[in-house]
């Protein structure tokens, strides 16, 4: 059964740092490009970032500069690290896999298998 779980959400002070992690099971994650995208209430999904199959990373606007893509992919694993943290990222943060190993959406419907999502609160 193929499946992403994203893990590491919580609850954390505006300025702090969480890390997430989008494991995978079923299939090798090596031969996909990975999204993490998120959703904040009453608001559509967005990209946040993105990793290819050979490291290299693609990031919104918005996270530039305060978030980081890494994959290890003998864990099977993808991580956002997430520093500097304000109140406007709080959503839930999905990972999903690109269609290609190489490139990295530009629209959030092109994105194939879904996780679940983890929440992220960032709240004093």
């Known amino acids: 059964q193929v499946q992403l779980v994203e893990s590491g959400g919580g609850l954390v002070q505006p300025g702090g740092s969480l890390r997430l992690s989008c494991t995978a099971s079923?299939?090798?994650?090596?031969?996909?490009?990975i999204g993490w995208l998120r959703q904040a209430p009453g608001k559509e999904r967005e990209g946040v970032g993105c990793?290819?199959?050979?490291?290299?990373?693609y990031y919104a606007d918005s996270v530039k500069g305060r978030f980081s893509i890494s994959r290890d992919n003998a864990k099977n694993t993808v991580y956002l690290q997430m520093n500097s943290l304000k109140p406007e990222d709080t959503a839930v943060y999905y990972c999903?896999?690109?269609?290609?190993?190489?490139?990295?959406?530009?629209?959030?419907?092109?994105?194939?298998?879904w996780g679940q999502g983890t929440q992220v609160t960032v709240s004093s």
């Open positions: 999903a896999t690109s269609p290609y190993s190489d490139y990295c959406p530009a629209n959030v419907i092109e994105f194939g298998s």
């Open positions: 079923g299939f090798a994650l090596d031969y996909y490009a």
């Open positions: 990793i290819t199959d050979d490291g290299s990373t």
